[in-house]
């Protein structure tokens, strides 16, 4: 009895462990149907955080996407009442909406569902470590990369905060990381 229960333990953490990359496979080909759309962009990753950067409102990640459509967007999270304001207390949304006008209108979004405020409180945490702006994290990418810089997001590994920074050329992408504390490049991957 005690293999039997073994065995299905076993099968169980299989299973699992198939069903986790799934998703990887699937992120591949959103990528690669990312990537053939991205160079429709007429707006810059850096543009739409500067138009996002207002009053006390604070841009805590940014990234290129497809949308609900399968179309192009531009999608900004943000911290209306800044950096300095605990994530309960402040009001969390995205800003997205088509780049591919020279004229960015995105939509708001308030986050209500627990998945996005979640997210955002960890983004709006983790930038308030930080001694660099993401604007400034994201035209030190360019500098550092050849391409679009089309994703900037503030993430843990392990126990050290970093922005990851994801950068296109053509169908390659390449993978910037910075030390979020001292806002220094780490390395491209």
Known sequence: MKKLKALFIAAGIIACGFVATQPAYAGDEDTAKLLAVLPNTKLS???GIKQTTKGQEVPISGKFELDDNGKLS????????????????NVLKELAGSPEQAAWTPES?????VEHVARSSQHLVLNALSQQ???AVVEDASRHATGIVYSINPTLHGRKALFEVLV????????????????????KK
């Open 45 to 47: 990753l850096a543009d």
């Open 168 to 187: 296109a050329n053509k169908d390659k992408v390449s993978k910037l990381t910075y030390d979020i504390p001292s806002g220094k490049f780490l390395g």
């Open 133 to 135: 702006s993401l604007l």
């Open 109 to 113: 979004e308030v986050f209500k569902d």
């Open 74 to 89: 531009l999608s900004v999270y943000t911290a209306e009442k800044g950096l300095s304001v605990l994530p309960e207390k």
